[in-house]
């Protein structure tokens, strides 16, 4: 089994800066399903899809213009058969890298790798959420 977690990456030309404070409007690029709040430590916020999914996140880590790190202290997808709490104490990951006028966003879920039961539904969805979601919301303001 591989345990190496889901990550992806996409590439904006937007200064770290922009970037940064956009991570922080969750419901505009991740679920309109959400409640809370996310701009500083200790903040926490639930995304819940009816009971097909309920997650809620902490903010544990922020390095401004750099880092943001999510753990998810709860967590039930109830379409899973075998563990529907696979996401708690999964941590999301991230990572704002400045290259010259352009800035990448590394993005990793601690904890979903493939072998879990929801690897690859869960790898279909953040591919949207990060390369198509976020990535319009960062350079083209849309929001979902």
């Not at 800035?103 to 904890?111: C, D, K, L, P």
């Amino acid at each position: 089994m591989n345990n190496k977690s889901y990550t992806t990456t996409i590439e904006l030309n937007k200064s770290a800066n922009e970037v940064f404070k956009c991570l922080s409007e969750v419901p505009k690029w991740w679920s309109k399903d959400y409640r809370g709040r996310s701009t500083n430590v200790g903040d926490e916020f639930i995304i819940q899809h009816g009971d097909l999914h309920y997650s809620r996140q902490r903010l544990i880590e922020i390095v401004p213009d750099k880092k943001v790190v999510w753990l998810v202290v709860d967590s039930r997808l109830s379409w899973l058969e075998n563990d529907k709490n696979e996401w708690t104490n999964t941590k999301m990951v991230f990572d704002v890298e400045s290259n010259g006028d352009k800035t990448m966003i590394h993005f990793t879920h601690e904890g979903l790798a493939p072998g879990k039961e929801c690897y690859e539904r869960c790898e279909q969805g953040w591919n949207m959420v990060i390369k198509e979601r976020l990535l319009n919301f960062v350079t083209a303001g849309k929001e979902i």
